[in-house]
T-cell receptor, first 112, second 112 residues
């Protein structure tokens, strides 16, 4: 089974802090994704990556950056956290297009 | 924290009955479709997928139907159980090498 692991289930940070969310997958998947999920808004794509050192902006990249130095790891960075970034963050990976995306269990991030 | 299912359409079914969850997709060029299940506090879990060259696919207790004429996708769950209570999302692949596009979701509530 595919395993997508997010480093923290719950995280509390303060406004202005730099926050790192880590995601690791164990199936040698090419593609990785970061979403945030908010009530009434569904899943919104922040950034994605189709290969090591490659990144593409999703629908809501403002205030975020990403890093993919190794194939199995995709990090989401909040450069200066703000309260409107309080949300559930979900990482996903897939082998290639037209294959299922597999999700981690999410990180519930609160910015105070 | 707030449920990700807040404000979603809800389907309530009796335990043992069949459930049908519907989804209207956006793009007639979409060639791949997936259903996900998301339980409270967890990430979306892959259930079943279907390609556009098919109109029906069956899994264990689940069937996905695709009607390309009216851009409609449905998920049928046979003999619904309490463990099926969750939010269900459809997703489509609009173009090659692009991320999936997710629907807003439907909450399934099973009455014992």
């Amino acid at each position: 089974d595919v395993k997508v692991t997010q480093s923290s289930r719950y995280l509390v940070k303060r406004t202005g802090e730099k926050v790192f969310l880590e995601c690791v997958q164990d199936m040698d998947h090419e593609n990785m994704f970061w979403y945030r999920q908010d009530p009434g808004l569904g899943l919104r794509l922040i950034y994605f990556s189709y290969d090591v050192k490659m990144k593409e902006k999703g629908d809501i990249p403002e205030g975020y950056s990403v890093s993919r130095e190794k194939k199995e790891r995709f990090s989401l960075i909040l450069e200066s956290a703000s309260t409107n970034q309080t949300s559930m963050y979900l990482c996903a990976s897939r082998w290639q297009t037209n294959q299922p995306q597999h999700f981690g269990d999410g990180t519930r991030l609160s910015i105070l | 924290g707030e449920s990700v299912g807040l404000h979603l359409p809800t389907l309530s079914v009796q335990e043992g009955d069949n459930s049908i969850i519907n989804c209207a997709y956006s793009n007639s060029a979409s060639d791949y479709f997936i259903w996900y299940k998301q339980e409270s506090g967890k990430g979306p879990q892959f259930i079943i997928d279907i390609r556009s060259n098919m109109d029906k696919r069956q899994g264990q207790r689940v069937t996905v139907l695709l009607n390309k004429t009216v851009k409609h996708l449905s998920l049928q769950i046979a003999a619904t159980q309490p463990g099926d209570s969750a939010v269900y999302f459809c997703a489509e692949n609009v173009r090659r090498n692009t991320p999936l596009v997710f629907g807003k979701g439907t909450r399934l509530s099973v009455i014992a």
